[in-house]
């Protein structure tokens, strides 16, 4: 069956870094999407960026455009998400989600990571 | 890029129908039928509920259904069941400064 089973949680000062890693598994598709939506306590969900699997181009929202970068290892099916300047409004917490092709919909995701900033 | 408008909250009694609206623009709903609604509860990650509008993932109950007019997508359950009672949001493909954008979320309460 098809799994992103995600990275623990963490516990960042501010002004850190974090890296989430997402590995996927139980599925073939050459061409598929891996997206990185946060979640922080209370909110609704933010989608932060994807990364096309086959070719490893990311695609980054305005807002979190120099702050976050997405990266995948096809030798071991992962896909890493890193957040750079961390405060704690960047407490929340993490998923990946599929999109197979470009059908523009999550299918399956990750179980989440919390990542808490905090001094 | 704003977030889509969903209603904070929806009640119902089970076996009833509820309906759940997600208003946004021409640049997002509008402009796409990439209209997409997620479930999640409690502590768990978000499960895909209905995608392009419409149209249910296999193994995802017949009664939900998802429509869209102009700029605003309706989620309706019908036949409400306690298992139902969850947070709901809506999504969208959009132009602009991002690629997705998400629902305010809705709480979905069966009395």
């Known amino acids: 069956q098809v799994q992103l089973v995600q990275s623990g949680a963490e516990v960042k000062k501010p002004g850190a870094s974090v890296q989430v890693s997402c590995r996927a598994s139980?599925?073939?598709?050459?061409?598929?999407?891996i997206h990185w939506v946060r979640q922080a306590p209370g909110q609704g969900l933010e989608w932060m960026g994807a990364i096309n699997f086959s070719d490893g181009i990311p695609t980054y929202p305005q807002k979190f455009r120099g702050r976050v970068t997405v990266a995948r290892d096809t030798s071991t099916n992962t896909v890493y998400m890193a957040l750079s300047s961390l405060s704690p409004e960047d407490t929340a917490v993490y998923y990946c989600?599929?999109?197979?092709?470009?059908?523009?919909?999550?299918?399956?995701w990750g179980q989440g990571t919390l990542v808490t900033v905090s001094s | 890029q704003s977030a889509l408008t969903q209603p904070a909250s929806v009640s119902g009694s089970p076996g009833q129908s509820i309906t759940i609206s997600c208003t946004g623009t021409?640049?997002?709903?509008?402009?796409?039928?990439?209209v997409s609604w997620y479930q999640q509860h409690p502590g768990k990650a978000p499960k895909l509920m209905i995608y392009d509008v419409s149209n249910r993932p296999s193994g995802v109950s017949n009664r939900f259904s998802g429509s869209k007019s102009g700029n605003t997508a309706s989620l309706t359950i019908s036949g409400l069941q306690a298992e139902d009672e969850a947070d709901y949001y809506c999504?969208?493909?959009?132009?602009?400064?991002?690629?997705?954008?998400f629902g305010t979320g809705t709480k979905v309460s069966v009395l």
């Open positions: 139980g599925y073939t598709f050459t061409s598929y999407h």
């Open positions: 989600a599929r999109e197979v092709g470009f059908l523009k919909h999550f299918d399956y």
């Open positions: 021409s640049s997002d709903i509008g402009g796409y039928n990439y």
């Open positions: 999504s969208s493909f959009t132009t602009g400064n991002t690629a997705y954008v």
